[in-house]
Nanobody, 116 residues
Framework: QVQLVESGGGLVQAGGSLRLSCAASRSIFSINVMAWYRQAPGKQRELVARITNGGSTDYADSVKGRFTISRDNAKNPVYLQMNSLQPDDTAVYYC??????????WGQGTQVTVSS
């Protein structure tokens, strides 16, 4: 079992930046995919960015060129650097992990609010 804890959310003005971190409760040495999702009020949860074990990345069209997903060491497996934030980026951001066994883990979410 793995617990994921996000941090780094907060309130920022449009055009500003935030860096989200996802820390794991234990070392994770093997993954399939790590990703960030977000859910705005009244909307479905959507994929923001993902990174595979091989380092390949994908981004939602709405964040391409502004957000960057990266991986670090085994205990803090994924980051999301968010630049040029806009009010439409306001949402709860969730960390996602899928491991080779097929098990999926979610964090509890961190709120990102962008004021205009």
């Amino acid at each position: 079992q793995v617990q994921l804890v996000e941090s780094g959310g907060g309130l920022v003005q449009a055009g500003g930046s935030l860096r989200l971190s996802c820390a794991a409760s234990r070392s994770i040495f093997s993954i399939n995919v790590m990703a960030w999702y977000r859910q705005a009020p009244g909307k479905q949860r959507e994929l923001v960015a993902r990174i595979t074990n091989g380092g390949s990345t994908d981004y939602a069209d709405s964040v391409k060129g502004r957000f960057t997903i990266s991986r670090d060491n085994a205990k803090n497996p994924v980051y999301l650097q968010m630049n040029s934030l806009q009010p439409d980026d306001t949402a709860v951001y969730y960390c996602y992990l899928r491991v080779p066994t097929g098990a999926i883990y979610w964090g509890q979410g961190t709120q990102v609010t962008v004021s205009s």
